[in-house]
């Protein structure tokens, strides 16, 4: 294999100063010796035991040092764990043999976390380091107003920047679409909602404009939305497997079923990932915030500071039910979020738990604040 990795595959890559000055800094302070053998690489797949890497001289696969094998089970890893598909690393070429060791991964810019599925609350990282999440609905009838919020929150709470994308714009009458567009923008909260169709090509110039900058975007989205199709119309080829329109009664069924980031060629990456089932939320109450800044708005006018929005006289929430302003729905979905998040942090070690105090003290205290401003105190 030729080694001479070219810095422009890198840059299209993503690799910026932020992941050069860590590997420049690691291979002068751990790898000095030899450092011709350590270069810089990005998670494409996660296989059962190994990974696809995309490195400067092309596709390789590689499969974690001992050492970093060891520093993750002690959790002397800084707390970074295994490599997610997204994460810049520090690959090592093994003498007479195809396969890189991962030897180190590089901090991230951003992660895209999940509720870990079982018994143990634990954060699941599933992808790092993306600039843009595109966060794919269909307009039909599996549109789904809370999935978007949830994913809305997800985004705040990870400085990820989301774009709401609402496909199969051909099998809508205009009607239709401005009735999608409007219920979006009305979550969306001032984010970029674009209407699509993978049949028409409508809009795609729109889309592949994220990318300029040579930036990570992913897709998320229920089955059957269209993900895979968005990732091969915007790469120009059949890449991902699309599922078959003929295959009706296997609804349900996931057609992709890994995490893939693909390299585009006028650079930037794009990850398609596979339906998610549930998506839980991991902590974080700012995000809530975020996703619902008009409740969290409307409270700062109760007249109660601890209000409970129940049945307390001089509520500004429930005026707003009552005139219409705010939904039963969009309430009733604020405080189950909220609910699910208090569940999981509470059921979070002692650690978490002294986080979470910390986080509710500055959400009282900029709450009191925000209050004050608004009162002109
Ligand atoms: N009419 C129409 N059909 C589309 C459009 N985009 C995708 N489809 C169809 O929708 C079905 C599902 O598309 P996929 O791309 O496999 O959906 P996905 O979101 O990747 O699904 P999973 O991989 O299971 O998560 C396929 O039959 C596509 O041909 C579109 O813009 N218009
Ligand atoms: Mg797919
Ligand atoms: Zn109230």
């Known amino acids: 294999m030729n080694l001479n990795q070219t810095d422009n595959i890198l840059t299209k890559l993503g690799f910026d100063d932020y992941f050069k000055n860590q590997f420049d800094e690691i291979i002068q302070t751990e790898f000095k010796n030899e450092s011709e053998m350590y270069f810089p690489a990005r998670i494409s797949i996660r296989h059962k035991n190994h990974y696809s890497i995309m490195s400067g001289f092309g596709e390789i696969k590689g499969e974690l040092s001992g050492k970093l094998h060891f520093k993750i089970d002690t959790r002397e890893d800084n707390g970074l764990g295994y490599p997610v598909v997204g994460d810049w690393v520090v690959i090592k070429k093994i003498e007479g043999n195809d396969f890189f060791l991962i030897e180190k991964v ?14 143990i609350t634990e954060e699941q990282i599933i992808i790092s380091n993306i600039d843009y999440l595109f966060i794919v609905s269909s307009m039909n009838q599996d549109f789904n107003v809370r999935r978007i919020e949830r994913y809305l929150t997800m985004c705040w709470e990870n400085d ?3 774009v709401l994308i609402l496909n199969k714009s051909d099998l809508c009458s205009e009607e239709e679409k401005n009735y999608y567009v409007s219920k979006t923008e009305l979550l969306a909260q001032g984010c970029p ?8 090509k409508e809009n795609f110039n729109l889309l592949l404009n994220y990318f300029s900058g040579n930036k990570s ?12 199709s968005i990732v091969n119309t915007l790469i120009g080829e059949e890449k991902m497997k699309v599922k078959d329109i003929t295959g009706y009664k296997d609804k349900g069924v996931h057609t992709t079923t890994h995490r893939e980031l693909i390299l585009m060629s006028d650079g930037g990456v794009i990850i398609d990932t596979p339906g998610m089932r549930t998506v839980l939320m991991w902590s974080g109450s700012d ?4 996703a619902f800044d008009d409740i969290e708005s409307l409270s700062l006018n109760c007249k109660f500071t601890d209000c409970s929005h129940t049945n307390e006289p001089g509520c500004a929430i429930i005026s707003a039910l009552n005139d219409g302003t705010l939904t039963k729905e969009r309430l009733k979905s604020y405080r189950k979020l909220q609910n699910e998040i208090k569940y999981n942090e509470t059921r979070q070690d002692k650690k978490l738990k002294a986080d979470q105090k910390k986080i509710w003290k500055k959400l009282t205290s900029q709450g009191v604040q925000r209050g004050k401003n608004k009162r002109g105190i």
């Open 160 to 162: 990820i920047k989301p």
């Open 217 to 228: 975007i992913s897709l998320v989205g229920s089955s059957g939305v269209g993900k895979s």
């Open 106 to 119: 590089l901090n991230r810019k951003t992660k895209f976390s999940r509720l870990a599925p079982g018994e």
């Open 193 to 200: 909602v674009v209407n699509i169709s993978t049949k028409t």
């Open 287 to 290: 995000g809530v915030e975020s």
